[in-house]
């Protein structure tokens, strides 16, 4: 598979990763033996890259990956880990010793003495913009803990912010045929920076797979379920912060601009992977078949005209709801 730089970390990553938000919690269960599997099913496919997070079913994500190195000693994989959200979201927690303690936790979790990149888990926003931070992440990056840091954010200042740092190797946005915001200011600045861009939420929950219809319904502790009006956490991260039903109609106008034989789910992934600037798109999945679709993308042709067809679906269906949010 085809990899490319991530920012200032200096290594290669696959242009499809593997998010593994799913199998840690909050998208139903999936099984330990069936974790390992997908990530297997991943690396076999040529992902060179997994991300995780400590919070993601309490550090179990970090363990299943921690777990699969084990058995796979031979196997290279970049792994990038977030964290942050495991306590108060206030900006006083971010101190240095509180980054001590998490990220001597995720690397007794993932098995290593260096974590190759911590990403600050969607802190609040004044985070962004305190020179305590930063400094606090450049001590530990000089006592080996980890090699590098970068940002998972939910906005597109607060992106803006943190790759006006020197020390910022990355930015994880969401970035997806139904959030285009990002390409206005946020990758250009990347680009010009030498900053990575981690595009997640790629099919904005699943609505971009063409399976859904207005009627679906997902498991009890499913976030799709219980954080569509935002209560759990930020509204943007399920369905991307659009209506269900709205998404449904334009998933399948989406599905209707692609010639026949080529599945939404692989054509949105590559979609977001040929912008320029992105570094690595980070689709989830709870079996290997999904692994399968997802990593296709990597060798897809996008069809003539798919790139006019995307925006003009976003401004006919989001532009005015979603644009000015995030």
Not at 287 to 316: C, F, M, W
Request: charged share 20%; glycine share 10%; net charge negative.
């Amino acid at each position: 598979m085809l990899q490319r730089t991530l920012g200032r970390t200096g290594r290669p990553v696959s242009i499809v990763g593997l998010g593994t938000w799913q199998l840690g919690a909050d998208w139903g269960d999936v099984d330990e033996r069936a974790a390992l599997d997908v990530l297997g099913a991943a690396v076999g496919d040529g992902v060179t890259f997994f991300d995780t997070a400590d919070v993601y079913g309490d550090g179990r994500s970090e363990s299943l990956i921690g777990t699969f190195r084990r058995e796979n000693p031979d196997v290279d994989v970049f792994v990038a880990t977030k964290m942050g959200r495991r306590g108060p979201q206030d900006p006083a927690e971010f101190t240095l010793d509180n980054f001590r303690d998490w990220t001597d936790r995720s690397r007794r979790n993932l098995g290593v003495d260096t974590l190759d990149l911590v990403q600050l888990h969607c802190p609040p926003t004044p985070v962004f913009s305190n020179d305590a931070v930063y400094d606090a992440l450049d001590t530990l990056v000089d006592e080996g803990a980890i090699a590098a840091y970068g940002v998972s954010v939910e906005t597109a200042d607060e992106a803006l912010a943190a790759i006006a740092r020197p020390g910022t190797a990355s930015v994880q946005i969401i970035l997806n045929a139904f959030r285009l915001k990002p390409l206005d200011r946020v990758l250009p600045a990347a680009r010009e920076a030498g900053v990575g861009i981690i595009a997640r939420v790629p099919l904005a929950s699943g609505l971009l797979s063409g399976k859904y219809t207005k009627d679906t319904t997902f498991a009890a502790d499913d976030h799709r379920t219980y954080n569509g009006d935002g209560s759990a956490f930020d509204v943007g991260e399920t369905f991307s912060g659009v209506d269900f039903a709205t998404g449904v109609e334009a998933a399948r106008a989406f599905a209707a601009a692609l010639p026949e034989g080529v599945s939404p789910a692989p054509a949105a992934i590559a979609w977001v992977a040929a912008q320029d600037g992105v570094t690595s798109v980070i689709p989830g999945a709870r079996n290997p078949a999904q692994v399968h679709s997802n990593t296709s993308a990597a060798s897809l042709q996008l069809p003539d005209g798919l790139d006019a067809k995307v925006h003009e679906i976003y401004d006919r269906f989001f532009r005015a709801t979603v644009h000015t949010r995030w």
